[in-house]
């Protein structure tokens, strides 16, 4: 079932929108921002989150 979370590109920081389980899914989406593969647990689309642009603080997501 595709899912949807926001948070920031762990190279980049850049705001990112992660698509899950939708059509393009890889394991080592390319954000749009650095170009940089990111690694993730389940196959996942990542697009810029334009609806936020103020750009994210040391914030880290449970990746690892
Ligand atoms: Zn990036």
Redesign the pocket.
Known sequence: MPSAWFGP??????A?SFLEGITGSRMNPI?P????A?TVERATFVQADRSRRTPYAKVRRALD
């Open positions: 590109c762990p190279h980049c920081n850049a990112l954000c921002r650095c170009r940089v990111i």
